[in-house]
């Protein structure tokens, strides 16, 4: 509980959103989707910063990039049709493996990249896309690639008055790709034990794109762009697949937890990987 | 701080602290229909319609609501779709102890509002954050998909 909450702050545009949260110095937190602020412990957290209508709920396709707007809800992103073509419909896969209906509703993309929960889906899928995420604070905005924005817990990229705007991908890259998403959870909607975000094209049976990335392992979604580019140009065959599915879950940073163990965590990556890789 | 809402079409003022919930206000001003379950987002018994989405108000911090439209089972006994759901739902049997009843009735109402002719997926994903314990969700089911084709066959006439 945040015991000692007192403010809640509407603002106009996001140079006085940026105010607010510059003049709270941590004490005023960003409100996204809002799922877990009831379930924050902090004695610190005294005001709420409002995000809802300052125009940071979209999806636009320029013709080259996507841009989603961080207060866009998971069920947003589910109804856009920029999404569902997008890809071959991948983000769209990793958005449905996020919570329920009624979570959907209310989780926001800049919520979900941001907190890095277990149910976090989006992160591996962002990875995997080479977006880049857009921040406004007192210094300014700037753009940090995902690749960095996950390289540690983004509470710790980002400054206390920052605010993550939009999330931006470039289309050009993922042309005539194939794509999976899927989440190894026991119900459909219950939290992650695993998640395999993998795009992947093939010309004449050899590999001319592929990217694997990993969620729920660890606290950091993981990417392995060092082994999917050993095999760009290989032909993909049962062999080559679980080589390459051997190599990421021997690479991959895996942690235990009252769910799974890692042994168990590691054999059933590697299994669906591998299926993966060979049914897109 | 008091927070203005439009709830169940009546427009209405609420004193709510900036840590409270919506599933609290709600009942603390006498709307019981509106069941706390988990409070943890996960079994949809508080759920409400916040500007026609269902979400979990045990979840939703109440401050957010000011100037929403907010609709609760008791808003519905009027409305077009809300009640025909409350119709099949007791002809097909689809309520038991009724706990969850309000929430699946609520997000029952968000589909066929948006969807007029729900497959059976598009009607488990619509259901997949409202928990039964006791009916084991094939009533459910057909009791929505007999809504929308009563709707269907109203609306045709």
Redesign the interface.
Known sequence: ??RN????YRVKNLSEAVKVLKKGKGRIIP?GG??????LDSKNIE??L?L?NLGLSYVKDDGKKIKIGSMTTI?ELLDSKVIEKFADGFLKKAALTV?????R??ITVGGNIYQLYLWSSLPPAFLDLDAKIKVIGSKGRRTIKAEEFFSKLPRKILSYDEIITEVEIDKDKFKGVKSEFIKFSKT??AYPVISIAVILKKLNKKIKELRIALGSLSPLPQRFEDIEKEYIGKELDERIAEEIAEKIVNKAKIVPDIRASIEYKKEVTKNILKDIILSI | ?KIKVLINKEEKEFEVR??D?LLDVLRRNGYYGVKCGC???EC?AC?VLVDG????S????A??AEGKSITTIEGIENDKIGSVLQEVFLEEGAVQCGFCTPGMIL?SKALLEKNKNPSEEDIK??????LCRCTGYVKIINAVKKASKKLRERREK
């Open positions: 509980m945040l909450l007192k403010n809640y409100l809002a799922t877990t602020i009831s379930k005001g709420l409002e809802e069920s919570g329920s209906t009624l979570n509703n209310m459909k909607t | 701080m900036v840590n919930v409070r943890e987002g949809g759920t989405k269902p979400v979990t045990c979840l939703y911090p401050v957010r997000s994903l619509a259901l997949d954050g409202n």
